[in-house]
């Protein structure tokens, strides 16, 4: 990861922490290897609705890390301004991937046409609508989804699923589980249309700065 490589130590001398759930232990794996602790928050809570304990261990991490990766320069001004931690351990870094992981393109077959997704699945990531859509071209459209259930979700992959079987058990919509990043790649290589959902209106800071934080 960049923001590890410029913490400019031994890769065995660092502990990554990634988001609020991966602080306590962040921090405890890091004091118990005597290792430089970095801490990089994907996507930032909501204050309000974040649990005090896992806030209190937010706040310890990032004001004992040696460095503090955020997405965007919006994200970074609101984790500093709430965490008071040393801006000079900021650091900025997009989540895009490098050119070595890209795939090689090649062709592939025109019918079906796939519309592809990759990350949380959820209503609001994967409406619905998307799959009825797809249900009026009788076949010849067909949705490829991976990734997992988002919080708040849960069995809505195979919601997707059973509500995209035409009449005759033809199924159309196909979940493909959980991949590793390379593979979601290779999936999404393999496929002719990629989709994003955001939602216009959002009281979600991930939602409302999300520039260089998703890998979509």
Request: hydrophobic share 40%; charged share 20%.
């Amino acid at each position: 990861m960049t923001g590890v490589q410029t913490c400019a130590l031994p890769i065995s001398d660092v502990v990554y922490a990634s988001d609020p759930l991966g602080a306590a232990p962040g921090r405890l794996a890091a004091n118990l290897a005597r290792a430089a602790l970095v801490y990089h928050e994907h996507d930032s809570p909501t204050l309000s609705m974040l649990n005090p304990r896992v806030a209190k261990q937010r706040l310890m991490a990032a004001r004992s890390a040696r460095l503090v990766v955020v997405p965007n320069e919006a994200r970074a001004e609101i984790v500093q301004s709430e965490l008071g931690f040393d801006p000079n351990r900021l650091r900025i870094v997009w989540n895009v991937p490098r050119r070595s992981e890209l795939p090689m393109l090649r062709p592939v077959p025109q019918n079906p046409l796939i519309v592809y997704y990759h990350g949380t699945i959820s209503s609001e990531r994967v409406p619905p609508s998307v799959v009825e859509a797809i249900k009026g071209f009788e076949g010849r459209v067909r949705l490829r989804v991976a990734g997992y259930d988002a919080p708040g979700s849960p069995g809505y992959a195979k919601r997707l699923v059973d509500l995209g079987r035409l009449p005759d058990g033809t199924a159309l919509v196909e979940y493909v589980g959980l991949l590793p990043r390379s593979e979601l790649l290779e999936e999404a290589a393999r496929a002719h249309v990629g989709i994003v959902f955001m939602p216009k209106d959002s009281k979600d800071i991930n939602m409302v700065h999300l520039t260089g934080a998703s890998n979509k």
